[in-house]
């Protein structure tokens, strides 16, 4: 029994120790501060370039210089974003939030630690603890105009339009001659079942287009508003002006739709083969993803132009995709009387006989 107590001894010596903490590192010089502030500074402006290997590698080193510092770990959340946007890697954006939430313990009263952890849940679409830092952020700045639309993007992710509203419309009350933010107002007021909220809304969308006559968006929106009143033409030439800035931003999906709406517009004036010809580059802007709409139009044009056969094969791809009850209804009816009108060609080609 004395035998086995003198062995337990050393061992309970030893778990005590091991379940110690480990002792933090030692208070930075003077020196060493001076020189991991000039490092984080320098950090910043890497991630600024896009340069985001080196921003982690100096990130690492102001780490080691000042372990302590807000700073020192506000470079290394930031750096760690874009190196986690980069890599899709979720323990990058994990280690980049640890550092964040040290930056904001250290410093609690400056915005910018608050903002890089919540566009780090943003980036991981976690949009409510984005917007619990975002609340903090505007309480500490309340101008910030990256946290005024990070918060109204995160309340559109979250199917809150009248919180997304409220956003947009503090956000334009610092800076009226946003046009993104005109535009996303605009569309948020034309859904209202408000007259007022509608007639704002229109005006918001030609505001929109004033603001930023580049905006495939906005025009887009514009365009769509123009058709919808009739204006065919001018909906064709907003389109038209929105394809080239679509093209230019090198989003497929974004060009694809904006190709998708000049098809249908041109559809709507009977220049068929046009529309045969816009559908189908729709479709060839991303060979993986065919849009159900662009399928289902390009069927009915084909039809239209005689080409039953591949028109029917397009309304069947299309079928196969569309949710629309309405639209289902119409693709179902077509290939209805499609195969009505086939059977009956059968039929009277046997009466007929040889």
Same mark, same amino acid.
């Given at each position: 029994?004395?035998?086995?107590?003198?062995?337990?001894?050393?061992?309970?010596?030893?778990?005590?120790?091991?379940?110690?903490?480990?002792?933090?590192?030692?208070?930075?010089?003077?020196?060493?501060?001076?020189?991991?502030?000039?490092?984080?500074?320098?950090?910043?402006?890497?991630?600024?370039?896009?340069?985001?290997?080196?921003?982690?590698?100096?990130?690492?080193?102001?780490?080691?210089?000042?372990?302590?510092?807000?700073?020192?770990?506000?470079?290394?959340?930031?750096?760690?974003?874009?190196?986690?946007?980069?890599?899709?890697?979720?323990?990058?954006?994990?280690?980049?939030?640890?550092?964040?939430?040290?930056?904001?313990?250290?410093?609690?009263?400056?915005?910018?630690?608050?903002?890089?952890?919540?566009?780090?849940?943003?980036?991981?679409?976690?949009?409510?603890?984005?917007?619990?830092?975002?609340?903090?952020?505007?309480?500490?700045?309340?101008?910030? @105009?990256?946290?005024?639309?990070?918060?109204?993007?995160?309340?559109?992710?979250?199917?809150?339009?009248?919180?997304?509203?409220?956003?947009?419309?503090? @956000?334009?009350?610092?800076?009226?001659?946003?046009?993104?933010?005109?535009?996303?107002?605009?569309?948020?007021?034309?859904?209202?079942?408000?007259?007022?909220?509608?007639?704002?809304?229109?005006?918001?969308?030609?505001?929109?287009?004033?603001?930023?006559?580049?905006?495939?968006?906005?025009?887009?929106?514009?365009?769509? @508003?123009?058709?919808?009143?009739?204006?065919?033409?001018?909906?064709?030439?907003?389109?038209?002006?929105?394809?080239?800035?679509?093209?230019?931003?090198?989003?497929?999906?974004?060009?694809?739709?904006?190709?998708?709406?000049?098809?249908?517009?041109?559809?709507?004036?009977?220049?068929?083969?046009?529309?045969?010809?816009?559908?189908?580059?729709?479709?060839?802007?991303?060979?993986?993803?065919?849009?159900?709409?662009?399928?289902?139009?390009?069927?009915?044009?084909?039809?239209?132009?005689?080409?039953?056969?591949?028109?029917?094969?397009?309304?069947?791809?299309?079928?196969?995709?569309?949710?629309?009850?309405?639209?289902?209804?119409?693709?179902?009816?077509?290939?209805?009387?499609?195969?009505?009108?086939?059977?009956?060609?059968?039929?009277?080609?046997?009466?007929?006989?040889?």
């Amino acid at each position: 029994m004395k035998q086995r107590s003198a062995f337990l001894g050393p061992l309970l010596i030893l778990a005590a120790c091991a379940s110690e903490p480990p002792a933090p590192p030692p208070q930075p010089s003077a020196a060493d501060r001076a020189r991991a502030a000039e490092g984080a500074a320098i950090a910043a402006q890497l991630v600024a370039e896009n340069e985001i290997e080196k921003a982690n590698e100096v990130a690492d080193t102001v780490l080691e210089l000042d372990p302590y510092a807000a700073s020192s770990h506000l470079a290394a959340a930031r750096a760690g974003s874009r190196r986690g946007v980069a890599e899709l890697d979720p323990r990058v954006y994990e280690e980049a939030v640890r550092h964040a939430t040290l930056a904001c313990e250290a410093d609690p009263e400056n915005a910018e630690p608050f903002y890089v952890r919540a566009k780090l849940q943003f980036d991981r679409m976690h949009y409510s603890r984005a917007l619990v830092d975002l609340r903090r952020v505007l309480e500490l700045d309340p101008a910030q @105009l990256e946290a005024l639309q990070l918060a109204a993007w995160s309340h559109h992710s979250l199917n809150e339009p009248r919180a997304e509203r409220a956003a947009w419309e503090a @956000l334009l009350a610092v800076s009226a001659s946003d046009a993104r933010a005109t535009f996303r107002l605009a569309e948020l007021l034309l859904a209202s079942a408000e007259r007022e909220d509608k007639k704002r809304g229109q005006e918001l969308l030609v505001k929109a287009v004033e603001l930023g006559p580049e905006d495939d968006l906005a025009l887009q929106g514009l365009a769509r @508003l123009r058709a919808e009143q009739g204006d065919a033409a001018q909906a064709e030439e907003l389109l038209r002006r929105a394809l080239a800035a679509a093209a230019a931003s090198g989003v497929p999906l974004r060009h694809g739709d904006i190709m998708f709406s000049l098809g249908a517009v041109v559809q709507q004036q009977g220049r068929l083969e046009e529309a045969r010809d816009l559908y189908e580059q729709c479709l060839a802007l991303e060979p993986d993803h065919d849009d159900h709409r662009a399928l289902g139009n390009l069927g009915f044009v084909l039809i239209e132009l005689g080409e039953k056969a591949e028109g029917r094969r397009y309304l069947e791809q299309a079928l196969e995709q569309e949710t629309n009850k309405r639209v289902r209804r119409r693709i179902e009816d077509v290939l209805k009387q499609l195969e009505e009108k086939r059977a009956e060609n059968e039929q009277s080609g046997e009466a007929k006989g040889p």
